[in-house]
């Protein structure tokens, strides 16, 4: 199981740190994805990060202000939002896929095996 928390309401140009646990398994063994669906949207990938955490992946609407990263001691995934813009307003989801490859990444949401149920995150103009 997965748990997102974090998510609130910023005024642009702020920042918020999304969190993502996982309960019932380690996530040592899969990458992990970050993805938002907007109202009447389809859900896109945000940022991905692989198994070791050494390869990351970020979309370029969010390049340079988002940062992905883990901590697998703690079971914890996380993604920094930075410079944040009204259009950046979504749920977003923490998700997990089983992954043999250290480096590999994962950017397709049909990859992923485990999802969250996600957090809202608002940015007010």
């Known amino acids: 199981q997965l748990v997102e928390s974090g998510g609130g309401l910023v005024q642009a140009g702020g920042s918020l740190r999304l969190s993502c646990v996982a309960s019932?398994?380690?996530?040592?063994?899969?990458?992990m994805g970050w993805f938002r669906q907007a109202p009447g949207k389809e859900r896109e990938i945000v940022a991905t990060?692989?198994?070791?955490?050494?390869?990351?992946y970020a979309t370029g609407s969010v390049k340079g202000r988002f940062t992905i990263s883990r901590d697998n001691a703690k079971n914890m995934v996380y993604l920094q939002m930075n410079s944040l813009k009204p259009e950046d307003t979504a749920v977003y989801f923490c998700?997990?896929?089983?992954?043999?490859?250290?480096?590999?990444?994962?950017?397709?949401?049909?990859?992923?095996?485990?999802w969250g149920q996600g957090t809202q995150v608002t940015v007010s103009s």
């Open positions: 019932a398994r380690t996530i040592s063994g899969y990458a």
């Open positions: 990060i692989s198994r070791s955490g050494g390869s990351t």
């Open positions: 998700a997990a896929k089983g992954a043999l490859g250290g480096s590999s990444l994962y950017t397709r949401r049909g990859d992923y095996d485990y």
